[in-house]
């Protein structure tokens, strides 16, 4: 049975989610307490005043690259172009971020879910794809399942800003972060022939390293850029590199509105040879939601 990317993906992170709550509620207790000094003798950073943002959003995206079935028997397979398959439509899909932070330190959560069902195309010539031997003018049916989830913890190593004007408003700051953490890939894809059909359903851990840059305005507006490499060699092996650009408007002290566009490249394999599953492409698109701070 065909299921629905929601399912898988919003588990994973109601399991992230909890860990992380605990993970950051340990090191909160833990933290030693420093001595805060009066307002009128220390100069509040722009960027703090929060230690939980939420940012549910929706992404508009589409798949693209090509797709190398396993052939169980050994045979020469041809790899297919995602667009070959019909499954590249740009579509709206379900994303979000979790971000908990505690001086500068912070730990965050993300990712998104896209789906595809009963996507028809016709072959235009005769090849083999994985088991399936398909014969021109053969009509396709495809199913495709994808999300990817990310946690990750985030160091500050810099942040600056101005003096605040006569208004007693900062003009702008920038902060810098270096980051470290788990990105997880599932794909379920399913093809069918008139005669036959065949299905794969692949799970995907990797470790990633990257960093974020944040600048903001005015102290309402803001733009952040984050970008992180992921690999995983062996059996199940994959590479990813994704950057994420958002820029963000706060009309309310810890409310907001944000777009942005991401882009996310992958290859994904499991197994060996000509039994071997592949994707390589990735993910692109825009995204736009809400952010609250608390």
């Known amino acids: 049975m065909h299921r629905p990317a ?24 833990a933290a030693p307490a420093s001595a805060a000094l009066p307002m009128s003798t220390r100069e509040a950073p722009m960027m703090s005043g929060w230690t939980l943002q939420f940012e549910p959003s929706v992404h508009y995206i589409a798949p693209a690259g090509d797709l190398k079935l396993p052939n169980r028997s050994s045979m020469n397979t041809k790899e297919v172009k995602v667009d070959d398959l019909n499954l590249d439509d740009t579509r709206l899909a379900p994303y979000a971020e979790i971000h908990f932070r505690r001086d500068k330190w912070r730990i965050s959560l993300s990712g998104f879910a896209y789906s595809l069902d009963d996507r028809s195309a016709v072959a235009d010539s ?37 003096d605040r004007n006569s208004k007693g408003v900062i003009g702008g700051a920038v902060g810098i972060d270096i980051l470290g953490g788990i990105r997880l890939f599932d794909v379920d894809l399913k093809v069918s022939t008139p005669t036959d059909s065949q299905s794969e359903d692949n799970l995907w851990a990797q470790p990633v390293l990257g960093a974020r840059v944040e600048f903001a305005i005015w102290e309402r507006f803001g733009f952040d850029v984050t970008t992180a490499f992921g690999y995983m060699p062996g059996d199940n092996t994959s590479f990813s590199w994704d950057i994420v650009a958002g820029f963000h408007w706060r009309p309310i002290e810890n409310v907001g509105l944000q777009i942005g566009y991401q882009q996310l490249a992958f290859t994904l394999e ?13 993910m692109a698109g825009l995204f736009g939601g809400v952010l609250i701070r608390f």
Not at 14 to 22: C, D, E, K, M, N
Not at 134 to 141: K, T
């Open 126 to 162: 005769s090849f083999q794809f994985g088991n399936l031997s398909i014969a021109s003018g053969d009509r396709l049916e495809s199913s495709l399942d994808f999300w990817t989830l990310e946690a990750v913890g985030s160091y500050r190593v810099f942040q600056d800003q101005t």
């Open 270 to 282: 499991d197994g060996d040879d000509e039994e071997k599953f592949r994707w390589k492409g990735g």
């Open 6 to 29: 929601t399912q898988p993906f919003i588990a994973a992170l109601a399991v992230l989610a909890g860990s992380l709550t605990v993970g950051v509620a340990s090191a909160q207790d």
